[in-house]
């Protein structure tokens, strides 16, 4: 799911490293007293009191160990696990963007846990998700969580400006556009540059793909004339109906919105609490006009196709304590814990606790429910990650956003996409 900067250079040697390591650690290896057991999270999406209570009750199971977690960022996360996994100083257990799982699960850096896929949900994982973290039939990477988008809009504005619920993806674009013109200053749909999660459901519902394997090759279709009705879209949401920068990525984007700075606002379930509550969980100018609606499709009464963002969670081959390691997973991938995830608006691991997400309303938890039963991954490539790494999808809507020839830009990030893809 996430977001990445980076490259991915060193994946081939890492593999080379990693070569036999796949038992963890050294051979026979089972973890001692004592030990400390270091998992990495990323970003603040894990809730501190998830945190505590995996430090809490793997420190009870495990008399004598200690779990320290170590916080990372998005940002240039590629580069360090590539990096970390490889080395002597390896954490033991680690999370990774849904979209960066595969290349992790096939170059060896991962622990083969196939073996206590039972153990950590077995049938009740989300399936996409096991997708994604599996590997030449075994399972490397857990699903962690996961978060379809939904959008945000403020009820007040559009009363204001006259427009109401889209029923199409065209409304909504018309509606953006509306927005902006009736409400100077006001992004009618907040959109920076960078935001390529949110340009996707644009291509997928105009018929197009990124990249669709055919034989032995992947061929990109960013530039297929689906692909460039959906991205011409975006273009005009980007440059005629938002204010964000056009540089500018998609981190912390309910700040405009909640500050009244934007109209219009598609985000992963759980930004609604950071929407209609502040750091100090006080109500903010927002919290009573903020509505909520399913990205609409190409038809009326459809669902538009979202990117499902999210985590997987595995054990690093390196690993010194490798059974330690994988009781740390099991808790993580229980229902206690999962059920933290899930009050904290993260859609859980378990399919089983779907209805415990956190919702402020019925209506909310519809919502979120549509949009995650529509959700769509990305080209499901080992090479995937690399793509992300280097800023491809990236740089091709700050280009769109400043303006640039749609169908120009498709045809480079397409070449692009190709040489990495079937390199």
């Known amino acids: ?24 650690g050294d051979a026979g290896s089972t973890g001692s007293e004592g030990a400390e057991i270091r998992v990495w999270l990323v970003g603040t999406d894990t809730p501190q009191e998830a945190r505590d209570y995996l430090k809490t009750t793997f420190e009870e199971e495990n008399p004598g160990s200690t779990l320290v977690i170590e916080e990372q960022q998005w940002t240039g996360l590629v580069d360090k696990l590539t990096t970390s996994l490889s080395s002597n100083d390896s954490p033991d257990v680690v999370e990774m963007g849904n979209t960066q799982a595969p290349a992790f699960t096939s170059s060896g850096a991962l622990l083969d846990i196939e073996d ?13 998700f096991v997708e994604a973290g599996s590997w030449d039939g075994k399972l490397y990477a857990a699903p962690y969580y996961s978060g379809a988008r939904v959008v945000f809009y403020n009820t007040a504005m559009y009363d204001q400006a006259g427009v109401t619920v889209p029923a199409t993806l065209d409304d909504y674009v018309s509606n953006g556009l509306t927005l902006a013109q009736a409400l100077p200053g006001v992004s009618g749909v907040y959109f920076p540059g960078k935001d390529w999660y949110n340009a996707l459901p644009f291509i997928w519902e105009n018929g197009g793909e990124i990249a669709v394997k055919k034989g032995d090759k992947w ?3 960013l530039s297929d004339d689906a692909s460039v009705k959906g991205l011409e879209q975006v273009q005009t ?20 919105f909640r500050t009244e700075q934007a109209a219009t606002y598609s985000a992963p379930s759980w930004a ?5 509550a502040d750091e100090d969980k006080q109500p903010t100018a927002v919290a009573e006009t903020t ?22 969670v595995g054990v690093a081959a390196k690993s010194q304590n490798p059974d330690l390691a994988k009781k740390a997973l099991e808790i993580m991938l229980s229902d206690d814990y999962q059920t933290i995830l899930a009050k904290a608006g993260l859609v859980p691991a378990l399919t089983s606790l779907g209805d415990e997400v956190a919702a402020a309303t019925p209506e909310l938890a519809q ?27 990236q740089d091709l809507f700050v280009n769109i956003a400043n303006g640039g020839d749609v169908k120009s830009l498709a045809q480079d990030a397409d070449e692009q996409i190709e ?5």
């Open 237 to 256: 949401l980007m440059t005629q109906a938002s204010l964000a920068p056009k540089d500018g990525d998609e981190a912390d984007g309910w700040v405009p």
């Open 1 to 24: 799911m996430k977001k990445t900067l980076g490259a991915l250079a060193l994946l081939g040697a890492s593999a080379l490293v990693l070569a036999g390591c796949s038992t963890g």
């Open 367 to 393: 919502v979120i429910a549509a949009a995650a039963a529509n959700a769509k991954l990305t080209p499901a490539s080992p090479n995937w990650a690399d793509v992300e790494a280097q800023g491809i999808m």
């Open 219 to 221: 061929d990109a279709q």
């Open 272 to 276: 609604y609490w950071s929407i209609v």
């Open 291 to 312: 509505g909520y609606f399913a990205l609409p499709g190409m038809k009326e009464g459809s669902t538009a196709q979202v990117f499902a963002g999210g985590s997987n």
């Open 419 to 423: 040489a990495i893809l079937n390199g």
């Open 116 to 128: 206590i896929k039972k153990e950590l949900g077995g049938d009740d994982l989300l399936p996409g």
